[in-house]
T-cell receptor, first 117, second 111 residues
């Protein structure tokens, strides 16, 4: 069984400040790791994913996350946030269900990021 | 790539009625998943299909819930005798090697 813990339910920050959204997971097997973003009244959008290789992964809009196997963490960071980053962010894990096919996702509770002007 | 689509987007029903939701996955994806998301929570896994075979069901999926994927393409999720606790967003996702996609969800309100 897998579980995901997002340590902060809400994170308020000012525009252009750095932010870190924390995620810890537990699993008895190797996993894939994901961050999803959900804007108000919209569906889930994949922000970035770790499958293998470099432990630092980046998104196209300036977010990055680092897989730390020893600490079983996958924290999300951005050096300078914008108002438009206001959304709910979900960390998720998937077991490696055969090759690179993805198994079911187990999600954290979500972190609401609110960027203030 | 037309993405994962779900129908309807919103459904309001009275307690005790049956409802059915449809999900059309990305065409080349052989895996299809249903999740439920309640306010303030992350999505919770309900069930999973590989092609037309339903391979896993969560304990959350009571006997009132049934899902099908008859030809390995679209899927339906039916809830019988709806209860107020069934009010949630029902999400469909599909995946294949190297890719995942989520639908916009069906928001169910049981009055």
């Amino acid at each position: 069984a897998q579980s995901v813990t997002q340590l902060d339910s809400q994170v308020p920050v000012f525009e252009e400040a750095p932010v870190e959204l924390r995620c810890n997971y537990s699993s008895s097997v190797s996993v894939y790791l994901f961050w999803y973003v959900q804007y108000p009244n919209q569906g889930l959008q994949l922000l970035l994913k770790y499958l293998s290789g470099s432990t630092l992964v980046e998104s196209i809009n300036g977010f990055e996350a680092e897989f730390n196997k020893s600490q079983t963490s996958f924290h999300l960071r951005k050096p300078s946030v914008h108002i438009s980053d206001t959304a709910e962010y979900f960390c998720a894990v998937s077991d490696r269900a055969g090759g690179t096919s993805y198994g079911k996702l187990t999600f954290g509770q979500g972190t609401i990021l609110t960027v203030h002007p | 790539d037309t993405g994962v689509s779900q129908d309807p987007r919103h459904k309001i029903t009275k307690r005790g009625q049956n409802v059915t939701f449809r999900c059309d996955p990305i065409s080349e994806h052989n895996r299809l998943y249903w999740y439920r998301q309640t306010l303030g929570q992350g999505p919770e896994f309900l069930t999973y299909f590989q092609n037309e075979a339903q391979l896993e069901k969560s304990r959350l999926l009571s006997d009132r819930f049934s899902a099908e994927r008859p030809k390995g393409s679209f899927s339906t999720l039916e809830i019988q005798r709806t209860e107020q606790g069934d009010s949630a967003m029902y999400l469909c996702a599909s995946s294949s090697t190297g890719a995942w996609g989520f639908g916009p969800g069906t928001r169910l309100t049981v009055t």
